[in-house]
């Protein structure tokens, strides 16, 4: 008797995922899954991010919660085409629900596709959704052990970005530990000193990902 086993499903995912990664590879849209805690400021940093790109770039959001449109509605304040996606209770986007959600979008007047992921450090890394570029966001109040307990979300990223940078002064945050862990598990990554509130560091992070951009939609 074939005995069915769990991971059959992540490779399910991972077929929708290739598909939702040539929908848009045809369109030339390029997705980045932004990925951090709750609270490490993902929507803050896309928020800033979109102000830095927007002359330059068709920008549409989905925006990934368990609950609610909170994080949408700051979005579609921008005049951004937004979608809220409640997962109801699931700590991740599967590239499924993605798949759903993109007819809701303007995608032919669309560059770029950001999707916040659920804030949590371990399902999101374990998924994915047909992005070409992965973000993942450290902020400083969170300590400087994540890169050790959580090491897939940090293996598994295009870049790392230590947000909140302005905090610095004000915790016991390694920044040394975090660096050495990140080079040991991602070898030669980017990493971006941001702060989201004073605009520390964004120019130099905007950049980086509009050449991503523009080498995924060419
Ligand atoms: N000091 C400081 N605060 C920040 C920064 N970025 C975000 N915040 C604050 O951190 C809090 C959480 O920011 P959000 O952008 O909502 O975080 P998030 O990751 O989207 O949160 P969830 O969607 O709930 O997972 C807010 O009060 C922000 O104002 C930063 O760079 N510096
Ligand atoms: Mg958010």
Known sequence: MEIKVLHQIMDWNEDV???????????HICMINVMGSPGAGKTSLITALIGALKDRFGIGVIEGDIAGQVDADRIAA????????????????????IQRVLPHLPLDDLDVIFVENIGNLVCPAEFRIGESLRVTLLSIPEGDDK?????????????????????????????ERVLSN????NPGAPLFRVSSRTGEGMEELAAFIAGRIREAIK
């Open 17 to 27: 995922s290739e598909d939702v990664r040539q929908t848009l590879a045809d369109r």
């Open 78 to 97: 921008l005049h951004i085409p937004t979608v809220q996606l409640n997962t109801d209770g699931a700590c991740h986007i599967e590239a499924m629900s």
């Open 147 to 175: 890169v050790e307990k959580y090491p897939l979300m940090f293996t598994d990223t295009d870049c790392l970005v230590l947000n909140k940078y302005d905090m610095l002064p004000y915790f016991d945050f390694d920044e």
């Open 182 to 185: 990140y080079e040991t598990v």
